[in-house]
Protein backbone atom coordinates (compact mmCIF):
# COMPACT_ATOMS: atom_id res chain seq x y z
CA UNK A 1 0.00 0.00 0.00
CA UNK A 2 1.12 3.64 -0.75
CA UNK A 3 0.54 6.74 0.64
CA UNK A 4 1.52 9.76 -0.76
CA UNK A 5 2.31 11.60 2.92
CA UNK A 6 1.90 10.71 6.68
CA UNK A 7 0.41 13.00 8.73
CA UNK A 8 1.54 12.74 12.69
CA UNK A 9 -0.66 14.54 15.51
CA UNK A 10 2.53 16.24 17.34
CA UNK A 11 0.87 14.40 20.95
CA UNK A 12 1.58 10.91 19.62
CA UNK A 13 4.62 11.68 17.42
CA UNK A 14 6.84 9.95 20.02
CA UNK A 15 5.06 7.27 21.14
CA UNK A 16 6.35 3.57 20.49
CA UNK A 17 3.80 2.57 17.98
CA UNK A 18 3.24 5.56 15.80
CA UNK A 19 7.55 4.78 15.89
CA UNK A 20 6.73 1.61 14.87
CA UNK A 21 4.31 2.60 12.16
CA UNK A 22 6.36 5.09 10.65
CA UNK A 23 9.05 2.33 10.06
CA UNK A 24 6.57 0.23 8.38
CA UNK A 25 5.32 3.00 5.70
CA UNK A 26 9.00 3.91 4.28
CA UNK A 27 10.22 6.90 3.25
CA UNK A 28 7.13 9.19 2.36
CA UNK A 29 6.94 12.52 3.19
CA UNK A 30 6.02 13.69 6.87
CA UNK A 31 4.44 16.39 8.17
CA UNK A 32 3.57 17.01 11.78
CA UNK A 33 0.15 18.65 12.81
CA UNK A 34 -1.67 19.89 16.11
CA UNK A 35 -5.04 18.27 15.20
CA UNK A 36 -5.73 15.53 12.64
CA UNK A 37 -9.31 18.16 11.84
CA UNK A 38 -6.65 20.81 10.30
CA UNK A 39 -6.38 18.47 7.66
CA UNK A 40 -9.47 15.72 7.81
CA UNK A 41 -11.84 18.44 7.91
CA UNK A 42 -10.54 21.92 5.89
CA UNK A 43 -13.35 23.06 3.37
CA UNK A 44 -13.01 22.82 -0.05
CA UNK A 45 -11.79 19.38 -0.03
CA UNK A 46 -12.53 16.50 -3.13
CA UNK A 47 -12.62 13.04 -2.23
CA UNK A 48 -12.67 11.48 -5.48
CA UNK A 49 -9.15 13.28 -6.29
CA UNK A 50 -7.61 12.67 -2.88
CA UNK A 51 -8.59 8.94 -3.74
CA UNK A 52 -5.95 8.80 -6.40
CA UNK A 53 -2.89 9.70 -3.73
CA UNK A 54 -4.55 9.38 -0.27
CA UNK A 55 -1.88 10.48 2.67
CA UNK A 56 -2.08 8.48 6.09
CA UNK A 57 -2.71 10.79 8.93
CA UNK A 58 -1.62 9.01 12.20
CA UNK A 59 -4.02 10.83 15.35
CA UNK A 60 -5.00 10.42 18.68
CA UNK A 61 -8.78 9.44 19.29
CA UNK A 62 -10.75 11.65 21.46
CA UNK A 63 -14.41 11.32 22.93
CA UNK A 64 -16.14 8.49 22.56
CA UNK A 65 -14.44 5.16 20.73
CA UNK A 66 -17.30 2.87 21.18
CA UNK A 67 -20.51 3.53 19.56
CA UNK A 68 -24.31 1.73 19.48
CA UNK A 69 -24.25 -0.03 16.12
CA UNK A 70 -27.17 0.73 13.68
CA UNK A 71 -30.13 -1.80 14.30
CA UNK A 72 -30.11 -4.73 12.10
CA UNK A 73 -26.23 -4.34 12.12
CA UNK A 74 -25.53 -8.26 13.25
CA UNK A 75 -26.62 -11.81 13.80
CA UNK A 76 -26.73 -11.85 17.71
CA UNK A 77 -29.61 -10.40 19.16
CA UNK A 78 -29.16 -8.10 22.47
CA UNK A 79 -26.14 -4.92 22.31
CA UNK A 80 -23.68 -4.11 19.88
CA UNK A 81 -21.51 -1.73 19.66
CA UNK A 82 -19.02 -0.80 16.87
CA UNK A 83 -15.12 1.25 17.54
CA UNK A 84 -13.83 2.77 14.85
CA UNK A 85 -9.45 3.07 15.13
CA UNK A 86 -9.76 3.89 11.02
CA UNK A 87 -11.72 5.96 9.42
CA UNK A 88 -11.71 5.38 5.51
CA UNK A 89 -10.93 2.44 3.75
CA UNK A 90 -8.04 1.14 1.07
CA UNK A 91 -10.83 -0.20 -1.76
CA UNK A 92 -12.89 2.31 -3.72
CA UNK A 93 -16.18 0.64 -3.74
CA UNK A 94 -18.37 3.15 -5.76
CA UNK A 95 -21.56 2.16 -3.74
CA UNK A 96 -19.72 2.53 -0.14
CA UNK A 97 -21.26 5.82 2.07
CA UNK A 98 -17.79 6.72 2.94
CA UNK A 99 -17.47 8.77 0.14
CA UNK A 100 -20.71 10.89 1.19
CA UNK A 101 -19.40 10.73 4.82
CA UNK A 102 -16.05 12.18 5.02
CA UNK A 103 -15.15 15.22 3.03
CA UNK A 104 -11.63 13.63 2.93
CA UNK A 105 -10.09 10.64 1.10
CA UNK A 106 -7.32 10.37 3.67
CA UNK A 107 -6.76 7.42 6.02
CA UNK A 108 -6.74 8.32 9.12
CA UNK A 109 -5.69 5.71 11.93
CA UNK A 110 -6.10 6.39 15.52
CA UNK A 111 -3.48 5.10 17.51
CA UNK A 112 -3.99 4.66 21.03
CA UNK A 113 -5.56 1.24 21.19
CA UNK A 114 -5.44 1.12 24.80
CA UNK A 115 -7.84 3.97 24.85
CA UNK A 116 -10.66 1.93 22.66
CA UNK A 117 -9.82 -0.91 25.16
CA UNK A 118 -10.70 1.20 27.62
CA UNK A 119 -14.05 1.70 26.61
CA UNK A 120 -14.85 -1.67 24.98
CA UNK A 121 -14.33 -2.79 28.87
CA UNK A 122 -16.68 0.29 30.21
CA UNK A 123 -19.27 -0.78 27.79
CA UNK A 124 -19.17 -4.33 28.22
CA UNK A 125 -19.36 -3.77 31.96
CA UNK A 126 -22.73 -2.64 31.62
CA UNK A 127 -24.20 -5.45 29.92
CA UNK A 128 -23.14 -9.38 29.34
CA UNK A 129 -23.14 -10.63 25.43
CA UNK A 130 -22.08 -7.63 24.36
CA UNK A 131 -21.10 -7.44 19.59
CA UNK A 132 -18.15 -5.11 18.86
CA UNK A 133 -17.94 -4.89 15.14
CA UNK A 134 -14.62 -3.49 13.82
CA UNK A 135 -14.70 -2.53 10.18
CA UNK A 136 -17.92 0.16 10.47
CA UNK A 137 -15.76 3.35 8.50
CA UNK A 138 -13.00 1.65 7.46
CA UNK A 139 -11.52 -2.24 6.52
CA UNK A 140 -9.59 -3.60 9.64
CA UNK A 141 -7.54 -6.14 7.94
CA UNK A 142 -6.90 -4.36 4.91
CA UNK A 143 -4.19 -2.26 6.70
CA UNK A 144 -3.00 -4.84 8.80
CA UNK A 145 0.35 -4.56 7.74
CA UNK A 146 0.71 -1.10 8.89
CA UNK A 147 -1.54 -1.10 12.09
CA UNK A 148 -0.83 -4.20 13.70
CA UNK A 149 -4.49 -4.52 14.53
CA UNK A 150 -4.60 -7.78 14.95
CA UNK A 151 -1.64 -7.79 17.20
CA UNK A 152 -3.46 -5.25 19.92
CA UNK A 153 -6.93 -6.76 19.60
CA UNK A 154 -6.64 -10.11 19.30
CA UNK A 155 -5.10 -10.73 22.22
CA UNK A 156 -7.03 -8.41 24.20
CA UNK A 157 -10.15 -10.12 22.79
CA UNK A 158 -8.34 -13.61 24.15
CA UNK A 159 -8.65 -12.71 27.57
CA UNK A 160 -12.59 -12.00 27.51
CA UNK A 161 -14.39 -14.27 25.96
CA UNK A 162 -17.83 -13.08 27.34
CA UNK A 163 -17.16 -10.37 24.36
CA UNK A 164 -17.30 -10.96 20.65
CA UNK A 165 -15.51 -9.22 18.33
CA UNK A 166 -16.64 -9.39 14.53
CA UNK A 167 -13.70 -8.13 12.01
CA UNK A 168 -15.71 -7.03 8.39
CA UNK A 169 -13.20 -6.91 5.62
CA UNK A 170 -12.93 -7.82 1.91
CA UNK A 171 -9.28 -8.04 2.43
CA UNK A 172 -7.14 -11.43 1.94
CA UNK A 173 -4.83 -10.13 4.97
CA UNK A 174 -5.56 -12.82 7.34
CA UNK A 175 -1.57 -14.11 7.74
CA UNK A 176 -1.40 -12.58 11.14
CA UNK A 177 -4.28 -14.03 12.41
CA UNK A 178 -3.18 -17.34 11.52
CA UNK A 179 -0.41 -16.56 14.12
CA UNK A 180 -2.86 -17.01 17.09
CA UNK A 181 -4.69 -19.48 18.07
CA UNK A 182 -8.41 -19.45 16.44
CA UNK A 183 -10.59 -17.85 19.21
CA UNK A 184 -14.38 -18.87 19.26
CA UNK A 185 -15.48 -15.14 20.16
CA UNK A 186 -13.77 -13.85 17.14
CA UNK A 187 -15.61 -13.78 13.97
CA UNK A 188 -13.82 -13.02 10.79
CA UNK A 189 -16.79 -12.05 8.10
CA UNK A 190 -16.46 -11.46 4.38
CA UNK A 191 -18.57 -9.13 2.36
CA UNK A 192 -19.50 -10.69 -1.62
CA UNK A 193 -20.57 -9.63 -4.15
CA UNK A 194 -21.68 -11.65 -7.31
CA UNK A 195 -18.60 -11.15 -10.34
CA UNK A 196 -20.70 -9.16 -12.46
CA UNK A 197 -21.19 -6.20 -9.62
CA UNK A 198 -17.50 -6.38 -8.07
CA UNK A 199 -15.68 -6.08 -11.30
CA UNK A 200 -18.11 -2.69 -11.93
CA UNK A 201 -17.80 -1.13 -8.34
CA UNK A 202 -15.75 -2.70 -6.06
CA UNK A 203 -12.35 -1.26 -7.68
CA UNK A 204 -8.79 -2.23 -5.62
CA UNK A 205 -10.49 -5.30 -4.02
CA UNK A 206 -9.14 -8.25 -4.19
CA UNK A 207 -10.63 -10.98 -6.51
CA UNK A 208 -13.57 -13.12 -5.15
CA UNK A 209 -11.55 -16.21 -5.93
CA UNK A 210 -8.42 -15.12 -3.63
CA UNK A 211 -10.98 -13.92 -0.91
CA UNK A 212 -12.59 -16.96 -0.21
CA UNK A 213 -9.47 -18.92 -0.32
CA UNK A 214 -8.27 -16.48 2.22
CA UNK A 215 -11.64 -17.44 4.51
CA UNK A 216 -11.06 -21.50 3.91
CA UNK A 217 -7.32 -20.81 5.59
CA UNK A 218 -9.48 -19.20 8.51
CA UNK A 219 -12.24 -21.72 8.27
CA UNK A 220 -9.99 -24.72 7.98
CA UNK A 221 -7.48 -23.19 11.21
CA UNK A 222 -10.65 -23.66 13.40
CA UNK A 223 -11.65 -19.62 13.08
CA UNK A 224 -15.15 -18.40 13.11
CA UNK A 225 -16.06 -17.11 9.75
CA UNK A 226 -19.58 -15.43 8.25
CA UNK A 227 -20.42 -14.64 4.95
CA UNK A 228 -22.43 -10.55 4.16
CA UNK A 229 -23.79 -10.96 1.19
CA UNK A 230 -23.73 -7.19 1.11
CA UNK A 231 -24.94 -4.86 -0.91
CA UNK A 232 -27.32 -6.25 -2.74
CA UNK A 233 -27.90 -4.32 -6.19
CA UNK A 234 -30.80 -4.43 -7.99
CA UNK A 235 -30.03 -5.28 -11.78
CA UNK A 236 -30.86 -7.36 -14.83
CA UNK A 237 -30.47 -11.00 -13.90
CA UNK A 238 -29.61 -10.22 -10.43
CA UNK A 239 -30.91 -13.39 -9.24
CA UNK A 240 -29.06 -15.76 -11.75
CA UNK A 241 -25.70 -13.57 -10.41
CA UNK A 242 -26.36 -14.86 -6.76
CA UNK A 243 -27.23 -18.40 -7.64
CA UNK A 244 -23.61 -18.75 -8.85
CA UNK A 245 -22.26 -16.69 -6.39
CA UNK A 246 -23.76 -19.12 -3.90
CA UNK A 247 -22.90 -22.00 -5.96
CA UNK A 248 -18.96 -20.50 -5.76
CA UNK A 249 -18.58 -19.41 -2.39
CA UNK A 250 -20.55 -22.61 -0.34
CA UNK A 251 -18.36 -25.20 -3.38
CA UNK A 252 -15.27 -23.47 -1.43
CA UNK A 253 -16.50 -23.19 2.34
CA UNK A 254 -18.19 -25.20 4.60
CA UNK A 255 -21.58 -24.16 5.24
CA UNK A 256 -22.55 -26.29 8.32
CA UNK A 257 -19.20 -24.18 9.82
CA UNK A 258 -20.36 -20.84 9.10
CA UNK A 259 -20.96 -18.40 11.91
CA UNK A 260 -23.30 -16.51 10.25
CA UNK A 261 -24.21 -15.43 6.52
CA UNK A 262 -26.44 -12.29 5.75
CA UNK A 263 -28.35 -10.60 2.89
CA UNK A 264 -28.56 -6.36 2.94
CA UNK A 265 -30.15 -4.33 0.10
CA UNK A 266 -28.29 -1.43 -1.02
CA UNK A 267 -28.93 1.80 0.79
CA UNK A 268 -27.97 4.85 1.53
CA UNK A 269 -28.69 7.93 3.63
CA UNK A 270 -30.22 10.29 1.33
CA UNK A 271 -27.67 13.38 1.95
CA UNK A 272 -24.33 11.24 1.35
CA UNK A 273 -26.15 9.92 -2.11
CA UNK A 274 -26.48 13.51 -3.15
CA UNK A 275 -22.74 14.21 -2.28
CA UNK A 276 -21.89 10.69 -4.05
CA UNK A 277 -23.83 11.80 -7.35
CA UNK A 278 -21.67 15.07 -7.14
CA UNK A 279 -18.34 13.59 -6.99
CA UNK A 280 -19.49 11.12 -9.68
CA UNK A 281 -21.83 12.10 -12.42
CA UNK A 282 -21.14 9.61 -14.71
CA UNK A 283 -21.55 6.38 -12.63
CA UNK A 284 -24.45 4.72 -13.64
CA UNK A 285 -25.43 3.02 -10.25
CA UNK A 286 -25.69 6.74 -9.03
CA UNK A 287 -27.80 7.95 -12.17
CA UNK A 288 -30.57 5.24 -11.62
CA UNK A 289 -34.14 5.48 -10.32
CA UNK A 290 -34.07 5.99 -6.72
CA UNK A 291 -36.96 5.54 -3.96
CA UNK A 292 -36.73 7.93 -0.70
CA UNK A 293 -38.18 6.98 2.78
CA UNK A 294 -36.94 8.03 6.14
CA UNK A 295 -34.36 9.41 5.26
CA UNK A 296 -32.42 6.30 2.90
CA UNK A 297 -32.08 5.77 -0.76
CA UNK A 298 -32.61 2.76 -2.03
CA UNK A 299 -32.82 1.82 -6.14
CA UNK A 300 -36.17 1.55 -7.81
CA UNK A 301 -36.04 -2.33 -9.22
CA UNK A 302 -35.46 -3.85 -5.55
CA UNK A 303 -37.05 -4.47 -2.78
CA UNK A 304 -39.14 -7.36 -1.25
CA UNK A 305 -39.80 -9.41 -3.80
CA UNK A 306 -35.97 -9.43 -5.42
CA UNK A 307 -34.56 -9.73 -1.99
CA UNK A 308 -37.04 -13.17 -0.93
CA UNK A 309 -36.16 -14.81 -4.43
CA UNK A 310 -32.56 -14.17 -3.68
CA UNK A 311 -32.89 -15.40 0.00
CA UNK A 312 -34.32 -18.69 -0.99
CA UNK A 313 -31.97 -19.71 -3.18
CA UNK A 314 -29.63 -18.76 -0.57
CA UNK A 315 -31.54 -20.50 2.10
CA UNK A 316 -30.78 -23.99 -0.02
CA UNK A 317 -27.13 -23.91 0.96
CA UNK A 318 -26.99 -22.47 4.55
CA UNK A 319 -29.60 -23.52 7.65
CA UNK A 320 -32.02 -20.56 8.25
CA UNK A 321 -30.38 -20.79 12.22
CA UNK A 322 -27.57 -19.31 10.56
CA UNK A 323 -29.11 -16.25 8.55
CA UNK A 324 -30.17 -13.18 8.83
CA UNK A 325 -31.16 -10.39 7.17
CA UNK A 326 -29.16 -6.46 7.51
CA UNK A 327 -32.07 -3.62 8.08
Given at each position: ??????????????????????????????????????????????F?????????????????????????????????????????????????????M????????????????????????????????????????????????C?????????????T???????????????????????V????????????W???V???T????????L????????????????????????????????????G?????????????????H????????????????TI????????????????????????????????????
Amino acid sequence: MNFSSVYIEDEIAETERVIDILARVGDIPRIRIERYGEIFNRAGQNFRLQKQAPALILAKKHGKKVLPAPDGYGFEQGSGFYFSHMLNCLYDCRYCFLQGMYRSAHYILFTNYEDFMHDILGQSAQAAGNVFYSGYDCDSLAMEPVSGFCNSFIPFFANRPEMTLEIRTKSTQVRKLLEFDPLPNCVVAMSFTPEAAAKRWEHRVPAITKRLLAMRKLQQAGWPVAIRFEPVIAEPEVENNYARLFQQVFSTLNGELLHSVSLGEFRLPTDFHKKMVKLYPEEGLLARETICSDGMVSLAGGGAEMMQAIESRLLTHVDSSRYYRCA
